[in-house]
């Protein structure tokens, strides 16, 4: 049958049929399901629990990555964003600061084009095209700054962590794209700054399934705390905008 794939990750299958990758979602849970037994009797998939003194990045929810047309493009973007601004909404009626990020690189040289691009077609995020315009789905306010990076993680190479130590913020929420790269370094990242860290289900984006469940399976077991979306809307409508240094 042509264009029909079907190949196995694990104990998971996977079937590549009519230019979508499929994914069989009860063998999926249920290898998630034994190596939860294996981490939990090692120590792993604790909960790192919600501060006082939240604050938000999105990870690349430019165009390029939440509306349809360019290389970059996730599935269900509509989805992914509609979720997101929840979360935003919230966060922005209780004065919680928001922090958005694109990537970027500048004029026909691009002399700061990283050597990533020699995997990933990166040469075509051209830092003033429209394209790196934070998606407008997200509804972005002119108080929320947008941080221009140039490699996966908010943190590497930008003033993020500062910043966020200067306002006194004690947990990092993260939403974006993709699972398996940027979203992945940035809740690493953030762990590693001291940050406790969250992610909201069904505000991560990534272009192949399967590879947003298995990130997001893993981070929770070692790096952040992965949460339902109405629990993380709820955190944020109880936050009082008096906890941030000024």
């Not at 690349?60 to 290389?71: L, N, Q």
């Not at 909404?89 to 990283?114: M, N």
């Not at 993709?178 to 370094?185: K, L």
């Not at 406790?196 to 069904?202: D, S």
Request: hydrophobic share 40%; with cysteine; net charge negative.
């Amino acid at each position: 049958m042509p264009n029909l794939h079907i190949f196995q990750i694990g104990m998971v299958v996977a079937i590549y049929k009519g230019g979508k990758y499929q994914f069989d979602q009860k063998l999926l849970q249920e290898a998630f399901a034994e190596a939860s037994k294996i981490y939990k009797e090692r120590g792993f998939q604790r909960r790192m629990g919600y501060g006082k003194a939240p604050a938000i990045t999105t990870e690349d929810m430019a165009k390029a990555w939440m509306s349809d047309g360019h290389p970059f493009t996730c599935e269900n973007n509509n989805e992914i964003c509609a979720n997101a601004l929840k979360v935003l909404e919230a966060a922005r009626k209780s004065g919680v600061p928001i922090f958005h990020t694109t990537t970027g690189y500048v004029g026909k040289e691009q002399w700061d084009l990283p050597r990533w691009d020699e995997k990933i077609p990166m040469h075509t995020l051209d830092i003033n095209s429209e394209w790196m315009d934070i998606d407008p789905k997200l509804n972005p306010q002119p108080e929320e700054p947008v941080i221009h990076k140039k490699y996966a993680s908010n943190f590497f190479g930008t003033h993020l962590a500062q910043t966020l130590y200067k306002l006194g913020v004690d947990t990092v929420i993260v939403m974006g794209a993709t699972a398996c790269a940027c979203v992945r370094h940035t809740v690493m990242d953030s762990t590693g700054h001291g940050f406790k860290t969250i992610v909201p289900i069904g505000t991560i984006g990534d272009r192949v399934p399967g590879v947003i469940e298995w990130n997001l399976f893993d981070m929770d077991a070692k790096f952040a705390d992965v949460e339902p979306l109405e629990n993380v809307v709820k955190y944020l409508e109880g936050i009082d905008s008096s906890v941030y240094k000024r």
